[in-house]
């Protein structure tokens, strides 16, 4: 936070009480403030970054820092889940301080900017797709921008998206506002993540990312990549890097090239890394390129093991490609983490049944696993209303881990927890589980940390504790604060 008063203050407002183990297993710093920050810095207007996710603040602390940091705009980030949350932030600061601009931004912000602005009252603003631009219009007095809508004599008046055409452009996120010694994975506790490519042309129907970002991949230098992972090394001891790009490996070249980029910078051995990825955007040069790089792991979506599931996602993967790419990650010394995803519209018993085998066969070291939730913008919201399914229409239930929002009769809340807890168990449970977490530890791809946490992590799989912690009724499973409704009236 800067001393004197900044033009704009950014909020990563504390979602990690309402969401649920994976973020508070890791945090990362809140990237997009950090790029809207950076934007806004090298146009000149001043601007300070709360994140109170990561300082822990309560409700209550981050109206009260916001409101003393005095900003003439402040800006909140949310996804579906924050949203609620976010607009009794904005709430409390214009109760403190009427004059202030406040302005939404994030994922559901860009998926339905009328309805949002015109249900959450305690905002005068709100920002749809990338901000950097029209923030800035924003913050500089700009009547109108593309993605920038706002409420005009009790209308809701606004237009299109906002687009970074040129990611190129872009100066490095503004991690000088961020408390980064906070950001800490299971991996490691000097942590940083980063950002090489933004869009994804694939169409996976529960997925938000095609409607925010767009499906056309724009890809920064690979050497300003590497130079950006050795500034953190350099200026912030960082030791580990989580790539968040959406699909990390879709062009082969370019990633050899960043490969290439990093050794140069002399960074494997120093910086360790990991990338998200589906598995037909690998072979094994590539692979191999990726390890010899300082990349220790892969994470894959495997969602469903069932063929007729991965169709109906759209997913454009086949089991094949899946089993091939789990066994040449592994050739190649990297670990590999799989994202599964349970309760989406149509499975049945046996689809899950089919999942469990074949997660068994691929054997990840670690695997993730969520249930299906219809995200506002994505095509498997439209599938659900078209198909007459039940889904539930309460914002903070769209936390993806612990809320049941798909109800189909064919799969019993009791089927679903079994099958969490038998996928963790087949994972955790076999018997090279922890021989090969041993073996990572001694050729150095596993800080002592971050073993004991991953064994802390299996064991706590496969409590009762996190097994099937989901919901069964309408009660919700957080124990933090009461529900919130829409602030519609707040101001
Ligand atoms: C990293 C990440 C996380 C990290 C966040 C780290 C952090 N501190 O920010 C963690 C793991 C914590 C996380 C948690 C969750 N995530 Co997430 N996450 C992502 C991921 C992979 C990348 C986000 C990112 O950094 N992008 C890069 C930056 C540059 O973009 P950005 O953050 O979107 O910011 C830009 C714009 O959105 C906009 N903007 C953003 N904020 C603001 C604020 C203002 C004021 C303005 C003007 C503009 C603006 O401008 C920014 C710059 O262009 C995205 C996928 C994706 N490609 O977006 C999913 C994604 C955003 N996550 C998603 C989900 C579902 C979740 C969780 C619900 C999952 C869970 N149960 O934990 C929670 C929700 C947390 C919450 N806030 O409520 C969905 C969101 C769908 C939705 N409608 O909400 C996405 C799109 C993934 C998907 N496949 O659908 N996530
Ligand atoms: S799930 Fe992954 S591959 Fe599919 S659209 Fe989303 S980001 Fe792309």
Same mark, same amino acid.
């Given at each position: 936070m800067t001393h004197t008063t900044p033009e704009v203050l950014l909020i990563n407002p504390p979602f990690r009480a309402r969401t649920a183990r994976i973020a508070q297993a890791s945090l990362g710093p809140p990237l997009g403030l950090g790029y809207l920050a950076a934007s806004l810095e090298a146009a000149g207007v001043t601007v300070a970054i709360l994140d109170a996710n990561a300082l822990g603040l309560s409700f209550q602390e981050t109206v009260h820092r916001a409101t003393r940091v005095g900003a003439r705009v402040v800006g909140l980030s949310a996804a579906t889940p924050s949203?609620? +949350?976010?607009? =009794?932030?904005?709430?409390?600061i214009k109760a403190a301080r009427r004059s202030t601009v406040t302005v939404l931004g994030g994922p559901h912000a860009t998926a339905l900017p009328r309805e949002t602005l015109a249900e959450e009252g305690g $905002?005068?603003?709100l920002v749809s797709g990338e901000g950097e631009a029209a923030l800035l219009a924003l913050a500089s007095g700009e009547a109108s921008a593309p993605g920038l809508y706002r409420h005009v004599n009790g209308k809701v008046r606004g237009?299109? +998206?906002?687009?970074v055409a040129n990611v190129r452009a872009l100066p490095w996120p503004a991690r000088h506002l961020l408390p980064n010694h906070r950001y800490r994975t299971p991996d490691s506790s000097h942590f940083t993540t980063i950002i090489a490519q933004r869009g994804c042309p694939a169409a996976c129907t529960y997925c938000g990312v095609p409607a925010l970002v767009g499906r056309e991949v724009r890809r920064r230098e690979p050497e300003d990549v590497a130079a950006e992972m050795a500034a953190c090394h350099r200026d912030l001891g960082v030791r580990y890097v989580g790539f968040l790009d959406d699909t990390f490996t879709l062009?082969?070249?370019?990633?050899?090239? +960043?490969?290439?980029?990093? =050794?140069?910078?002399? +960074?494997?051995?120093?910086?360790?890394?990991s990338c998200l990825t589906r598995a037909n955007a690998v072979d094994p040069p590539m692979l191999r390129a990726l390890r010899s790089a300082g990349c220790v792991r892969l994470e894959i979506g495997i969602e469903s093991g069932s063929a007729s599931v991965l169709h109906s996602l759209k997913k454009g993967v086949s089991l094949a490609s899946m =089993?091939?790419?789990?066994?040449?990650? =592994?050739t190649a010394g990297l670990s590999v983490l799989g994202f599964v995803m349970l309760n989406a519209p149509g499975e049945t018993p046996a689809d899950l049944e089919a999942t469990v085998e074949l997660v068994e066969s691929l054997a990840p070291d670690h695997v993730q696993v969520s249930l299906a939730t219809p995200y506002p913008g994505t095509a498997m919201r439209e599938e659900?209303?078209?198909?007459?399914?039940?889904?539930? !229409?309460?914002?903070?239930?769209? !936390? $993806?881990l612990n809320d049941v929002v798909i109800r189909e009769p064919s799969r019993s809340l009791d089927l679903l927890r079994n099958t969490v807890s038998r996928l963790n168990r087949t994972v955790y449970l076999r018997p090279d589980w922890a021989l090969r977490q041993a073996t990572r530890l001694a050729t150095g791809d596993l800080e002592l940390g971050a073993f004991a946490s991953a064994a802390v992590r299996g064991a706590l799989a496969l409590s009762a504790a996190t097994l099937g912690r989901f919901d069964r009724s309408d009660r919700t499973s957080r124990p933090a604060e009461a529900p919130i409704g829409p602030t519609r009236d707040c101001v």
């Open positions: 949203v609620r +949350l976010a607009g =009794r932030i904005a709430c409390g $905002f005068d603003a237009h299109g +998206l906002g687009h062009d082969g070249l370019w990633v050899h090239a +960043l490969c290439e980029a990093v =050794r140069a910078e002399r +960074l494997p051995g120093r910086v360790r890394w =089993r091939r790419a789990f066994r040449e990650a =592994r659900c209303v078209r198909r007459g399914i039940a889904i539930d !229409s309460n914002w903070e239930r769209y !936390s $993806f």
